[in-house]
């Protein structure tokens, strides 16, 4: 019960690896905030969760939205402890080059994807500097280290960025920022998006044979947001079954 007294937000929660998340951090004590775009796939989570869950709707491409999940969470648990940044255009996303992609859907992708990050981390800042610090983990992805992914790799490589950039901006803060990058994740999200010509290739390229299942990757975002990590911050994790090796 590494959680017991926490309060953590989880963004991307009404579904997929953030409904992985959601559960892992409410079944070790954590109050958790259900966030999605998606309000019928957070509530179902809030609900079936049960006491210390609630369920926002939230664009986390809209800050005055990620003020008002803050606020939310603030005004029924009393503060914010941790947040996993896990929203993102990527379950339905258009599949288009950088070069062709269209300018307004690859605005709304940024705005998503990287700025949205950046939205979430400047609404809870302050809640959870007042309250005496906290971690927070951003979702990247192996893509961000391949550079074949056009535009959603770029997102990626930003959200990067941005964690070794928050670690050094929110440490004198006592807020520690880290990242996890999955590897390929059996979720609905990537049924849809990876055909199925692509998969036995793919599946064949990690080192451990298999795909990753959602609580894959509970175990090291806990980790990173507990107190065992907390001389870490600014680093990215690869969780992808050896999918990269970076000597
Ligand atoms: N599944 C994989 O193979 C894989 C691999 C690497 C990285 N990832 C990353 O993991 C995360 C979860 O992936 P998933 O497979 O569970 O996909 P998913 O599409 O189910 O998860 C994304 C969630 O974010 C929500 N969302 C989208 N836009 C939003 C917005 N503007 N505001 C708030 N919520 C929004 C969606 O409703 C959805 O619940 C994503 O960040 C994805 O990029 C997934």
Not at 11 to 33: D, N
Not at 78 to 83: A, S
Not at 120 to 133: H, I, K, L, N
Not at 134 to 156: C, D, E, H, P, R
Request: proline letters at 4%; aromatic letters at 6%; one cysteine or more.
């Amino acid at each position: 019960m590494r959680f017991e007294g926490r309060t953590a937000i989880v963004t991307g929660a009404g579904g997929g690896i953030g409904e992985a998340y959601a559960r892992g951090l409410h079944a070790e004590g954590a109050r958790v905030v259900v966030a999605d775009i998606d309000g019928d796939g957070a509530r179902r989570v809030a609900d079936s969760l049960g006491e210390g869950a609630l369920a926002v709707t939230v664009d986390v491409g809209d800050p005055a939205s990620t003020d008002e999940m803050v606020a939310a969470t603030v005004e029924a648990f009393g503060g914010v402890d941790h947040l996993v940044n896990n929203a993102a255009v990527f379950g339905d996303m258009e599949l288009a080059g950088l070069t062709d992609v269209d300018l307004a859907y690859l605005d709304r992708v940024l705005k998503v994807n990287l700025l949205g990050v950046l939205h979430c981390v400047r609404s809870v800042a302050g809640p959870m500097a007042a309250g005496g610090g906290g971690s927070i983990v951003n979702q990247s992805s192996t893509a961000a280290w391949m550079g074949i992914s056009g535009f959603y790799g770029l997102t990626k490589a930003g959200v990067n960025f941005l964690t070794a950039a928050l670690a050094h901006e929110l440490g004198p803060r006592g807020i520690r920022v880290n990242a996890i990058a999955p590897g390929p994740t059996l979720t609905p999200a990537f049924d849809r998006q990876v055909p199925e010509a692509f998969r036995e290739p793919l599946r064949q390229s990690l080192a451990l044979k298999r795909f990753g299942h959602p609580d894959d990757h509970v175990g090291p975002v806990l980790f990173l947001l507990s107190d065992e990590a907390a001389w870490m911050t600014g680093h990215v994790v690869a969780v992808d079954g050896g999918q990269i090796t970076r000597l």
